[in-house]
């Protein structure tokens, strides 16, 4: 229809305790309505050892700007 939700919008951490942001892309006019999907998220089995997501965007609500810059801070 026009809208593209990223590619890693539904890989989310195991233990993530927060809200979701899709980040959406159109690529063409589009009007998105209340109710309307655009997009959907996937469950996966998981195998092996589990670490639970305790990281920058644990607990969040509503919209977050990149925190990538804490990994680079010295």
């Known amino acids: 229809m026009g809208p593209f939700v990223h590619v890693t919008a539904d ?3 195991i233990g993530s305790v ?3 942001t899709l980040q959406l892309n ?3 006019p589009v009007r998105v ?3 309307m999907r655009i ?3 996937t469950f996966w089995t998981v195998r092996g ?3 639970l997501y305790g990281g920058k ?4 609500r509503g919209p977050q700007s990149s925190k ?3 990994e680079f801070k010295s």
């Open 11 to 13: 890989l989310i951490d």
């Open 68 to 70: 990538a810059y804490i």
């Open 18 to 20: 927060n809200q979701w």
């Open 39 to 41: 997009g959907q998220v």
């Open 26 to 28: 159109p690529v063409q």
């Open 33 to 35: 309505y209340r109710g």
């Open 49 to 51: 050892n589990i670490v």
């Open 57 to 60: 965007y644990q607990g969040s």
